[in-house]
């Protein structure tokens, strides 16, 4: 299977699909999905509903948690490729993520 790096989300959706001989038809009915949906959502052509994160972990016996964290990264990835964003601009982000993570330590605190 291609590594979680090196696949977007419908491509990693594809793979569990193929490595677990499902048709695009099958997943789809499990996942309560028409085929053509889940067909764009592999070829990148649409965005998988963060809802359904659940049913396609029970699917194929994911840890929900993980499947979570590859979902959000492939998003923030996304934002990054659409957006050109630079890594000084990265760096930023980040530095504003961490200012957020301290505040709301210190309103736990209070």
Known sequence: MTSLMEAT???Y?????TENKLTLTQLAAKLNLDAANLCKIENGKRDFDEK???KLAKVFK???VDLK???ITDQIAKQIYETNCSKQL???AEEKAEY???INKTLKTL
């Open 9 to 11: 989300f419908g491509e």
């Open 13 to 17: 959706i594809k793979n569990l699909r």
């Open 52 to 54: 359904r994160l659940p």
């Open 62 to 64: 994911l840890n929900l």
């Open 69 to 71: 964290n590859e979902y």
């Open 90 to 92: 990265l760096r930023v």
């Open 100 to 102: 957020r993570r301290s």
